[in-house]
């Protein structure tokens, strides 16, 4: 087929195009996935059933905004990454802005504990299954936001793959959160983080393979 | 021209896909030197993709930005694929063929679209046909096909976005 050709027939397929359409799509993935989530948590593990106490706690709080934060930031990089010649790399400073001031003040409350409660700061009672529930979580919400990248235009393949595991990664502990009934800020600097890395190693490794176009 | 084209004008779109594959055959010319054959091919592919995907450009953006990085994560993957494929090849081989075909006309691609637009189902394919082999409009091929005007137009969106997938990973 002669390009002119091709040219021509491109042209008739002139049905207006909607603008924003990254962002949009992502939401709607989003705004698919959550629920599905938020329903997941309540069949299998059930809200903690404290709650009503618990939500008067800061460290309720900072459980669910945290990785809610990240999942925010990963939604405006994500929706960066995937439009062709857009950079990213704002967005991608801003995920690891809030990683590090959780660190940070992991660290030194863990400093700041009597030698006898550390271990317990650490391990809490339910790290065996907190990171794995988490990325058990986010599943709903990452199969729906690969979908809507697939229609979209990422050019970073395990970047944009990454970007997604974070978000869904992060909604998915902000979700877990209301089930979780740790305490310790180094807890969640280590466990919380493990289950949003590991959806965003299992991102990086999908991308490639499923975001082609 | 592409914001209004974007914006559904015929012309408006038709000009700017001319003066893009222009753009786009210079640009991928400098990178391919060493494969003239295949600068026509990705030219093809890339306005396809660039067609399809036409909804993530956003008009606070530079054009150029768009276009360049389309095209040139199309032209990583066919050099990612050519280095597959190459590696398995005989050497020896190489002598024969290539230069008899870097004669082929600029604008003639040498695979073929029309062979892959055999693969898509009827409903897709014949409105692309009569729109682009015999220049129809939409309206005459709709009553030419005995189809509404808009299953014609779908039939051309959804046709070429099957094209594009089946450019981009031939299997």
């Not at chain 1, 550390?118 to 690969?146: D, E, H, K, N, Y």
Request: with cysteine; charged share 20%; proline share 5%.
């Amino acid at each position: 087929m002669k390009t002119d050709d091709l040219i021509a027939l491109l042209a008739t397929d002139t049905a207006a195009v909607p603008r924003g359409a990254a962002s949009r799509q992502i939401a709607t993935a989003m705004a698919v996935g959550i629920p599905l989530a938020i329903l997941a948590m309540l069949l299998t593990m059930g809200a903690r059933p404290d709650l009503a106490q618990a939500i008067r706690l800061p460290m309720f709080w900072i459980k669910v905004l945290f990785p809610a934060a990240m999942a925010f930031a990963g939604f405006v990089t994500l929706a960066r990454l995937a439009r062709p010649g857009v950079g990213a790399r704002v967005g991608e400073i801003t995920i690891v802005l809030p990683l590090l001031l959780l660190w940070l003040t992991a660290i030194s409350a863990y400093a700041d504990a009597p030698a006898s409660e550390r271990a317990a700061m650490v391990w809490g009672r339910s790290w065996q299954i907190c990171t794995l529930s988490i990325v058990m979580l986010s599943v709903p919400i990452f199969a729906a936001v690969f979908a809507s990248l697939q229609r979209l235009a990422p050019t970073q393949l395990a970047r944009a793959g990454a970007c997604a595991g974070v978000l869904s990664g992060g909604a998915g502990a902000a979700i877990y959160a209301f089930h979780c009934p740790e305490t310790g800020l180094p807890f969640m600097a280590i466990w919380y983080v493990a289950g949003i890395a590991a959806t965003a190693g299992i991102g990086a490794a999908l991308g490639p393979r499923l975001l082609r176009w | 021209m592409f914001l209004r084209g974007l914006d559904g004008e015929h012309a408006a779109y038709q000009a700017f896909l001319q003066k893009l594959s222009a753009h786009l055959r210079a640009f991928l010319r400098r990178r391919l030197f060493g494969w003239p054959d295949e600068v026509e091919d990705l030219v093809q592919e890339c306005l396809l993709a660039m067609h399809n995907k036409r909804h993530t450009y956003q008009s606070d953006q530079p054009l150029t930005a768009w276009v360049h990085a389309i095209a040139r994560y199309k032209l990583i993957d066919l050099l990612r694929s050519k280095s597959g494929r190459e590696a398995l090849h005989d050497p020896l081989e190489d002598d024969m063929a290539v230069f008899a075909e870097s004669t082929t006309d600029a604008s003639d691609a040498r695979r073929d679209l029309a062979g892959l637009l055999e693969t898509l189902p009827d409903r897709q394919r014949l409105p692309i046909e009569q729109v682009k082999l015999k220049g129809l409009s939409v309206t005459e091929a709709a009553t030419f096909l005995g189809m509404s005007e808009s299953a014609v137009k779908v039939g051309i969106h959804r046709g070429l976005k099957a094209l594009g997938k089946r450019v981009g990973n031939p299997s």
